[in-house]
């Protein structure tokens, strides 16, 4: 996890998703998938369930192909803006002090990369990043450490398993995440203003 270093009394560490938080993953894709399956984009662009390709008329396996082809041939992952209000939120968490450890489920070496070069390019400076689908083993480790854990998520179940382990998490608000009760936010910004209230 690489959490030695947070190992400091009363430190607070934001535990932060990428996609659907900053990223705007399924808006990306949609331009990839237009291009690919030679459709207009606005067939694409909304998602009201979590397996929003399968809306798109896509089976599972589909779906994982046309990420594989767009990060390798068409720069998914690695260009795009962000979320509104995401940088300004950014830049908030970091004046205060807070240190960010990004946990963001991205299998495979190229996806990686081309996160990484993404977040650099835009600015995102973090502490730590963790590519693993178990996000709440993060939390955990800071916890253990004795912070002050915040979280912020849009999936619904790694939102539940991040409150589990005891984080201070938020749901960042979707049409594909209203199945569940939560503690919900609108975008970064709003997170980091509930994070430095609860600092104060």
Known sequence: MGL??????????????????????????????????????????SAT??????????????????????????GFLARGEPYANSVEGWRKLREAGVRIHLATHCPGRSAQEARVAWLTGWGFDYDEIDFGEDKSSVARAGLDAGLVVWALEDAPKNYLALVGAGARCYLRDHPYNQDILADRVLDVDDFANRVLDGMS
């Open 4 to 45: 030695a270093q947070y190992d400091l009394v009363d430190t607070h560490l934001a535990v932060i998703d990428v996609d659907g938080i900053i990223y705007q993953y399924v808006h990306e894709l949609a331009k990839v998938a237009a291009y690919v399956l030679d459709r207009p984009v606005e067939r694409f662009v």
């Open 49 to 74: 369930r979590w397996d929003f390709f399968l809306d798109w008329g896509l089976t599972l396996e589909d779906y994982l192909e046309l990420v594989e082809v767009g990060v390798a041939e068409y």
